[in-house]
Every structure is written in C-alpha cells, then in structure tokens.
C-alpha cells in the first residue's frame, strides 16, 4: 500500500485532529513518521507514545533530506519554513485530502461527508462495523469515546477504510470511495467555495464520484440534497423521516427515555425493529439512521448494529455531557455555523423544555462571522440566556467592525437576554451570578470555549 518502501513521512501541523489520525495510520503501517506543530497537546502528547518524532515550532531543519514526502493541511501557507525546505530538497508536498485518497486507494473507501453530523456519522459506522468481519482501518475527525482515539487500525489488513471526508476545501473531491454518505449541504467555507452554487456542485461531484457497484446515502430532510438527486447518476438511497424515503424513522416512534433516544427504522416500509442510543436530537437520529442504513445494505447483523449504536459513548465535543445532577446539567458542543447551534439548542429544548437554556457562545472566526451574522443572530431561540465572547480568530486576522461585541449586539435583535462578556475568563463569575437549580448550561464553538466549560465544571461542581 503507498509504496513499499517503508521512509520517513513528515507532517507539518501534526497536532490537528485530521493530520494526526493519518499519522497514526501511516505510523501502524510502517512508515517512520515525523512532525511538526507550534504547540504540545494531547494528540501530539499520544503520537509521542507511539513512537513518532515530533518538534515543536517549525523550522527548515525538521525537514530531512530523503524524506518521501511532506503532508501538509490547508492551515499551512507556502511561506512556511518547513514547506520552503521541502521545496528545496525536492520532497513532494501532499495536502492531507491526497493523502487520505492515498490510503483509501487500494481499498474499498466508505467517506462520509456533509457541512455537518459528519465526525458523529463517521464515528457511529466505526462503532458498527468495528467489531465486524470488515474491521475497517478508521479516520475520524473527532476523538471516538469508545476507541479513545480518533482513528482505528485494528486490522490493517482489512479491505474496508471508512473517513471523514472534508469539503472545507475541496479535498474530499481527492477520494474515491465505493460507498458515501452525504449528511446535508450548508452554506459553510463561502471563504473558499464563493458561493452555494458551487458548494453544491462540489457535493454532486463527490457523490458521482462511487463506482457502479457501490452506492451512496443521501439524507433526503435537507432540500439540497432532495434537488441534486435528480442530477445523481450513480446508485443512491435516500434516508429521513418520510415513508416515501429509502430508509426513514418514523417520528411517532422517537422516545427520549432519560438521556436515552430511541427509535424505529423502516427499510421501504419493512420494519428493522426500535434501535436505541446515548444522543439526543433529531440531527443525531438522522446520523444514527445513516449509520444504520449503510450497515444494512453491508449486510451486517441488526442485532449487532443495535448492540453497537447502544454501546456508542460518543464523540469528543458533539453535545457531551460534562456534568449532570438533579439540580444542573453543563453540556459541550462543537456548532459553530447557524444550522448547528439552532440543531443543537432545538435538542437541549425538546428534552429539558422546563429547564432554563443558558448558551455561551464563542464565534469562530472573522470571516466566517461576517458572511453568517443575520443567520447567527437568529439562531439562539431555543435559549433563554446567550452569553457571546469575543471571536475565536483560527489563524485569520481581524475583519474590521467584526467583532464580538458586534455580534452579541445582533444577537440582541432577536434575542430578549443577551450578554457580551469580553474576556472568556469573565464568564465564569457571570454564570455564577446567573445559574440557579434546574439550569442547563452549555458552551458552543469551534474554538477554545471548551476549556472554560471544563474548567467551570471543575470548579463549581467539582468533578
């Protein structure tokens, strides 16, 4: 696979949650793997236990003359030390969307894709087929709670590979997989994209993109999806909440029992029984019934599918649980687009409806708040309380007039009880002054909010 000759592989950004799940494949295999990134954490800490070198900064010397190749993400610019020397040595650079096309090349690739429920989607088809004859090699974009990990290569001889694939830009269109999932079409990365007509042409490419014997899963709830199908020229089925779906949930059969969600799934109106997970929220059903519906045409075991998705823990930062009791409950989730945080407080409100809500919101990044703004200020209805801090910047430089301030100010539009607090180590002693028994809290972004969500808890509630 990739070649036989079994050299040194450098990536420059081996920390981010995509790179280093490649790495620790690339790693299993054989390959001596190296890396670079500006600061320690977690994965870096973990790759280090396995075995892989990592430097912390980049410079022109972590690059070794010989190297096969350097990996690089979008994050890095052409001016990087790292890329100059590897230019200069003559390595090839590949973007990590080329890469993973590389592992999945020579083996049957399952990609799951979508502007959002795409690491949930991912994790929950590792989680079914995991424990299967398949045991595929898996790339998730998020840490898997069961596997503590956010890749799986248990069996690095199977014939399946299953990934997240990434359309912020454009790579997943790199891939080429006998089987796909398509979650939804959002109007996210118009950075890169320019607009939603091209966002949905890239989508319609990569589902055309399955071979004649495969298929993909494409969820019928967003219209997107519904009017591209017309213009789909390879296998599909549809999935969803309507009866004339290929694979639906029927609404009537939605219980939350608990923090528990279950449901039945019809296959062309057959019934494949009542399956049962630790998620709420009717985006994380349709990513269950996806799962699901894949699985199915694999033909794998129902009972074994239902046994997975109940043992399923979860995915770091998709609406955890960081602290529960009778009289509070403090969730974390990753939305940071409209759709997401709409999904994810609509979910929080289905469940808790006599609860008070109280949202703390940090926006991610300067471009994306300022193509979104009217979108996001509307987003935060199924919240009784928005506390908005300043904006998460993911490497970009400042917009003029975007601001935090500007944000929670737009917020206030559509929003009777909204809180600006600057600096996110004021949040804390606000939420002091605001909780009260019953109250559930949650920290939403793509950024660093998390770490004061966790440190809140830590804190306050002591665990």
């Not at 014997?213 to 709830?221: H, N, P, R, T």
């Amino acid at each position: 696979m990739l070649t036989k000759e079994k050299g040194r592989i450098h990536f420059i950004g081996i920390g981010g949650i995509g790179m280093s799940a490649i790495a620790s494949v690339l790693n299993a295999i054989g390959f001596e793997i190296t890396g670079s990134d500006i600061y320690e954490n977690e994965k870096t800490k973990s790759l280090i236990n396995s075995g892989i070198k990592i430097y912390y900064g980049h410079d022109a010397s972590n690059i070794k003359e010989g190297t096969l190749a350097v990996v690089n993400s979008t994050a890095i610019s052409g001016t990087n030390q790292e890329m100059i020397q590897a230019k200069k040595f003559r390595i090839p650079i590949v973007g990590r969307g080329e890469m993973l096309a590389e592992l999945m090349r020579l083996r049957k690739g399952i990609a799951i894709s979508g502007a959002h429920g795409k690491t949930t989607t991912t994790s929950l088809v590792c989680q079914i087929m995991r424990n299967t004859e398949y045991s595929p090699i898996c790339i998730i974009g998020g840490n898997h709670f069961n596997l503590k990990s956010n890749a799986c290569f248990k069996n690095l001889e199977s014939e399946y590979l299953v990934c997240e694939a990434d359309e912020s830009d454009g790579s997943f269109l790199h891939l080429s997989p006998v089987y796909n999932i398509v979650t939804n079409i959002d109007n996210d990365h118009l950075d890169y994209y320019g607009n939603i007509e091209n966002i949905r042409e890239a989508f319609l490419n990569f589902i055309n993109k399955v071979p004649f014997y495969g298929a993909s899963f494409i969820c019928f709830e967003n219209e997107d999806l519904r009017n591209l199908s017309d213009r789909v020229n390879k296998r599909f089925f549809s999935y969803g909440f309507s009866k004339d779906y290929d694979y639906y949930v029927a609404r009537e059969s939605i219980k939350n029992i608990n923090d528990n969600t279950c449901f039945t799934v019809f296959y062309r109106g057959e019934s494949l029984g009542e399956f049962e997970f630790k998620l709420i929220g009717e985006h994380n059903i349709l990513n269950a019934l996806a799962a699901v519906a894949l699985s199915h045409h694999l033909d794998i075991d129902l009972d074994s599918i239902k046994s997975s998705l109940l043992s399923f823990e979860g995915v770091d930062r998709r609406l955890n649980i960081l602290y529960s009791d009778k009289d509070y409950k403090f969730f974390d989730d990753y939305a940071h687009h409209p759709t997401e945080i709409m999904a994810t407080l609509k979910s929080l409100k289905n469940v808790y409806a006599d609860r008070r809500i109280i949202a703390i919101f940090q926006p991610h990044r300067y471009s994306r708040t300022e193509l979104l703004l009217a979108e996001f200020a509307a987003a935060f209805g199924d919240s009784d309380v928005v506390i908005i801090t300043d904006i998460y910047a993911a490497g970009e430089k400042p917009i003029k007039n975007v601001t935090g301030e500007g944000f929670a100010s737009a917020v206030k539009d559509f929003h009777d009880n909204v809180i600006y607090v600057k600096d996110m180590a004021d949040i804390a002693s606000t939420l002091d002054t605001l909780k009260r028994s019953g109250d559930v809290m949650i920290t939403l972004g793509a950024g660093n909010i998390v770490d004061m969500g966790r440190a809140y808890v830590t804190r306050v509630f002591g665990t």
